[in-house]
């Protein structure tokens, strides 16, 4: 048992899989959502029932409806909550951590508007007084409730918290790597949900598992460059974090962004489809910024375009795959 207690920010599916994954492991662990009702019915029923339901709490994890409170129980917190609010929870923690206080996260994504990775978001609302730590891999919120085998990393430029991090999370079913990476971690976890609405899009329209394997391999060189000209590491983006989110999320159903590509290709539209998978998916807010990063770094990025012109340009999905087939012939190494 770690001598202090470790505290889990979001309580969606992702937050609700790590708090049991972090207690299973004997952590003292507290779970915080930002709506104090819905936090009611959590510590009421003893799991949570919209989200992640069949998975009981176990008495070593405990739900706290109070911000402040559920900070000041412990030295770690681990933030779980989508892209879109990083900044606004950042900035309501800031006046309330300890001096010794470590963060990570395990939200993926860019922010919306400013196109920023959530490590620059950090520094921007925190400085550089607290350990920062990002947590990602090919992970499904379900898989890891259940205590299915899962791997992942966790990536800081601190190697005591990343460590301690990692500590806390391996064990029984999950086997946790270390990295110093970050870029490279965030950048797998981030463009493999635009490349996940792609494959849902092939298979949606019945193209065939030969269709899939090359969408997935060449929205791997799309990631892959983007990576060196961001100064990632090509054996993070070859690792869990990269390579193997990226296969996770393009072939399982359990991928909200490989659902609603799946949706659009099968010609449901697009505020229905999002609308029936009724939570956050991330590649449809991140999109445009991945696509302001190629151009940012001048790196071409087809199949990202294309996804976005399906999204917001009323492409239609038959059209979009017609555009990538009409590319030039050139060498693979070149993209």
């Given at each position: 048992m770690h001598s202090r207690a470790i505290t889990v920010l979001g309580a969606g599916s992702w937050g609700t899989a790590l708090a049991l994954r972090l207690a299973a492991n004997n952590n003292a662990t507290c779970l915080w959502g930002h709506e104090p009702a819905f936090m009611e019915t959590l510590s009421r029923e003893r799991q949570n029932s919209q989200f992640l339901p069949g998975y009981p709490f176990p008495d070593n994890l405990?739900?706290?409806p109070g911000l402040a409170q559920a900070v000041a129980t412990s030295r770690d917190l681990l933030m779980a909550v989508p892209s879109h609010a990083f900044r606004e929870v950042l900035t309501a923690l800031a006046p309330l951590l300890n001096p010794d206080t470590r963060i990570a996260w395990a939200t993926k994504g860019l922010e919306y508007g400013?196109?920023?990775?959530?490590s620059e978001v950090f520094e921007e609302v925190l400085g550089s007084r607290y350990p920062a730590a990002v947590v990602s891999g090919p992970t499904f919120a379900r898989e890891v409730a259940a205590g299915l085998p899962t791997a992942v990393t966790v990536a800081s430029n601190n190697p005591v918290f990343a460590n301690d991090m990692a500590s806390r999370l391996h064990g029984g079913s999950m086997r946790v790597y270390t990295s110093d990476d970050m870029a490279g971690v965030q950048l797998g976890g981030t463009v493999k949900n635009v490349l996940a609405i792609a494959s849902g899009i092939t298979d949606g329209l019945q193209l065939g598992?030969?269709?899939?394997?090359?969408?997935?391999?060449?929205?791997l060189?799309?990631?892959?460059?983007?990576?060196?000209?961001?100064?990632a590491r090509r054996e993070t983006l070859m690792g869990l974090a990269g390579?193997?989110?990226?296969?996770?999320?393009?072939t399982d159903d359990l991928s909200r962004n490989r659902r609603l590509g799946l949706a659009l290709g099968r010609g449901t539209g697009l505020e229905v489809a999002l609308q029936e998978i009724g939570q956050v998916v991330e590649g449809f807010n991140t999109a445009g910024e991945v696509l302001q990063l190629a151009k940012k770094y001048k790196v071409d990025m087809p199949i990202s375009e294309q996804v976005y012109r399906v999204l917001y340009d009323q492409l239609s999905p038959a059209d979009a795959v017609r555009n990538l087939l009409a590319r030039e012939v050139k060498p693979e190494s070149v993209g």
């Open positions: 405990t739900i706290e400013s196109g920023k990775f959530m598992a030969n269709s899939r394997a090359a969408l997935i391999t060449r929205g060189a799309e990631v892959i460059r983007l990576g060196d000209a961001m100064g390579v193997g989110d990226l296969i996770l999320t393009c």
